[in-house]
T-cell receptor
Framework: SQTIHQWPATLVQPVGSPLSLECTVE??????LYWYRQAAGRGLQLLFY??????ISSEVPQNLSASRPQDRQFILSSKKLLLSDSGFYLC????????????FGPGTRLTVT | GQQLNQSPQSMFIQEGEDVSMNCTSSSIFNTWLWYKQDPGEGPVLLIA?????ELTSNGRLTAQFGITRKDSFLNISASIPSDVGIYFCAGQLRYTGANSKLTFGKGITLSVRP
């Protein structure tokens, strides 16, 4: 069966510091991968999605970036964090271009101080 | 961007009661999904609907894909304390082609009084 991992689970970083969040999927090949951000008490905002290695689409202009160095690895990064980057970051996967069932990881709680 | 409307933002029910939530849009959707999120965790897929008029159950949960393709409903019967959480609807817009991006509602927070 497929599993999705995210780490770290929680992170506290000062403003201006770099960021690297990692997501890995097991038990499947060539998944579509997604990064979402969830602000406190609000819905899910799609940040990036990827349909293959090195293929990244950005949904929202911001100081974040994403990379997919391996088939089942998705990384969210920032060179300099802003206070507004605080939130709950969720990674998700799906299979196939026409599959709309997305499965989420456990999330990373990021607090920028 | 496209909106999925979920209201009210919060619902409070007594244990054992049934509850119904709906999700509406001004746009036509090809797919409707319902997720539940427990505090501090990622959303979990409850039910997926792919055909207008489709009615699907998962235990005490029943969801329907509206005939107009612009809405969906989720019903929870005989609620229990572990039903507490945030319920999100999500959909795939018609005419987006081979694209597996979803549009999410803002969620309804369900509280169950014992």
């Amino acid at each position: 069966s497929q599993t999705i991992h995210q780490w770290p689970a929680t992170l506290v970083q000062p403003v201006g510091s770099p960021l690297s969040l990692e997501c890995t999927v097991e038990g499947t090949s060539n998944p579509n991968l997604y990064w979402y951000r969830q602000a406190a008490g609000r819905g899910l905002q799609l940040l990036f999605y990827s349909v293959g290695i090195g293929q990244i689409s950005s949904e929202v202009p911001q100081n974040l970036s994403a990379s997919r160095p391996q088939d089942r690895q998705f990384i969210l990064s920032s060179k300099k964090l802003l206070l507004s980057d605080s939130g709950f970051y969720l990674c998700a996967w799906s299979i196939g271009l026409s599959s709309y069932e997305q499965y989420f990881g456990p999330g990373t709680r990021l607090t920028v101080t | 961007g496209q909106q999925l409307n979920q209201s009210p933002q919060s619902m409070f029910i007594q244990e054992g009661e049934d509850v119904s939530m709906n999700c509406t849009s001004s746009s036509i959707f090809n797919t409707w999904l319902w997720y539940k999120q427990d505090p501090g965790e990622g959303p979990v897929l409850l039910i997926a609907l792919y055909k207008a008029g489709e009615l699907t159950s998962n235990g005490r949960l029943t969801a329907q894909f509206g005939i107009t393709r612009k809405d969906s409903f989720l019903n929870i019967s005989a609620s229990i304390p572990s039903d507490v959480g945030i319920y999100f609807c999500a959909g795939q817009l018609r005419y987006t082609g081979a694209n597996s991006k979803l549009t999410f509602g803002k969620g309804i927070t369900l509280s169950v009084r014992p």
